[in-house]
């Protein structure tokens, strides 16, 4: 188990998939980052630290930046001498299944991120801006959006289905935590924001178990 004192820091939204790629590294190499919130609203912040307005960002015990989640994980793979994520492929194995209903998922998940009160949207100004931008990319209210859940859980599910085979329970096991896993699970989590879907078992028993290697919190207790 790594040990050595590094204070970095990790900027991210509580709800955004691509910080809990790296959120997972730095849970499970026990690393010693502490996890900062950015508000939705924030440009200034990211926009000084990369030049963007952009989350995550990893502030390095030397006081530079480094952005892109990927980037981010090879960085922090790297940093015990015991890299665990493998190889970055050009196209992760779930990107396409996922792409094929990542309409659907934004209208199930937009609307709940509001309703759980993410630290990111823990302003007025920070929901203000999420209200707005989520409209503009949904082209409809986020009302809307979450009265539609009854008819967009059985697409999910029917997705979910499609990869029980593939997926192994066992991984969070043992360090045992792939490529794949930094992708996957990330999306997964975000799901467990609602309320009676229904997870196959076999993906119930992966997310718990990354989850608790992870120590990436789901949603499960508090899903709408
Ligand atoms: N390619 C970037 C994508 C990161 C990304 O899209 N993050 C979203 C949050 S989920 C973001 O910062 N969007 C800008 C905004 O919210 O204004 C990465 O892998 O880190």
Redesign the pocket.
Known sequence: MFNRVILMKLYI?DS????VRSRMLVGLKNIDCSLEYLM?DDADTPTRMIGK????VLEKDDGSYL????EINRYIDGIDGEPLMGEIPNMPKYETWFESFATEYDLLCYPRMLKLNMPELNSEGAREYFIS?RKKVMGMTLDEAFAKTEQLQPVIESKLNEITQDVSPDAGSDMNVKFDDFYLFPLLRNLTMVKDLGFPSTLTRYMENLSAATRVPLYLQVAV
């Open positions: 939204f955004c998939p691509f910080c939705a307005k952009n989350v995550p952005g892109e989640s990927w931008s």
